[in-house]
C-alpha cells in the first residue's frame, strides 16, 4: 500500500494535507507526481479538462442523449471526481494495463482513497475508488 501524505497549504499555522492510500496494484498506472493535485504545484488541469471533454462532453449528443447529460456531464460532484481521476492515473499507462489485463478478477484489489487532513484532526474522505470508477471514465 502506498501511504503519502502532502500538505496543500499554510495559512497562519492552519495546514491542510492531500493523504493518499493507494493500492500497490495502481502503482503502474499513477502520474509520477499524482501528489501535487491540489496543491500550487499542480499542473494538469488543462490535460483533465481536455480528457473529460474527450470522454463525456464531446463524445456523447445532448439532445438525443439528454440522461446522459443530466446524470454525469451535467453533474458538478460527477465532473469533480472525473477530474481528480484524471489527474493522478495516466492515461498512457491506464491504456496499456487494459491491454496487457483484459480480465481482472478482483477490481477491488485496486483502490485509491483520497482524504484532505487539516492540522486540526480533521479528516474528510473526499473519494474511495476502485478499478471499475476508473474503467468507467476512460
Given at each position: 500500500?502506498?501511504?503519502?501524505?502532502?500538505?496543500?497549504?499554510?495559512?497562519?499555522g492552519?495546514?491542510?494535507?492531500?493523504q493518499?492510500?493507494?493500492?500497490?496494484?495502481?502503482?503502474?498506472l499513477?502520474?509520477?507526481?499524482?501528489?501535487v493535485y491540489?496543491?500550487?504545484?499542480y499542473?494538469k488541469k488543462?490535460?483533465?479538462?481536455?480528457?473529460?471533454?474527450?470522454?463525456?462532453?464531446?463524445?456523447?449528443?445532448?439532445?438525443?442523449?439528454?440522461?446522459?447529460?443530466?446524470?454525469?456531464?451535467?453533474?458538478?460532484?460527477?465532473?469533480?471526481k472525473?477530474l481528480?481521476?484524471?489527474?493522478?492515473?495516466?492515461?498512457?499507462?491506464?491504456t496499456?494495463?487494459?491491454?496487457?489485463?483484459?480480465?481482472?478478477?478482483?477490481?477491488?484489489?485496486?483502490?485509491?482513497?483520497?482524504?484532505?487532513?487539516?492540522?486540526?484532526?480533521?479528516?474528510?474522505?473526499?473519494?474511495?475508488?476502485s478499478?471499475?470508477?476508473i474503467?468507467?471514465?476512460?
Open positions: 500500500m502506498i501511504e503519502y501524505i502532502n500538505e496543500i497549504s499554510n495559512e497562519n492552519y495546514k491542510r494535507y492531500n493518499y492510500s493507494i493500492s500497490d496494484s495502481f502503482k503502474e499513477i502520474f509520477d507526481d499524482y501528489y491540489n496543491t500550487k504545484e499542473n488543462e490535460l483533465a479538462e481536455k480528457l473529460y471533454n474527450k470522454n463525456f462532453v464531446n463524445k456523447y449528443n445532448k439532445d438525443t442523449q439528454k440522461e446522459i447529460f443530466d446524470l454525469y456531464i451535467n453533474n458538478e460532484k460527477f465532473k469533480e472525473v481528480f481521476i484524471y489527474s493522478i492515473i495516466d492515461e498512457e499507462k491506464y496499456q494495463f487494459v491491454q496487457k489485463n483484459p480480465n481482472i478478477q478482483n477490481p477491488n484489489d485496486y483502490t485509491i482513497t483520497y482524504n484532505i487532513v487539516d492540522s486540526d484532526g480533521v479528516n474528510v474522505n473526499m473519494y474511495q475508488l478499478l471499475s470508477d474503467a468507467f471514465v476512460f
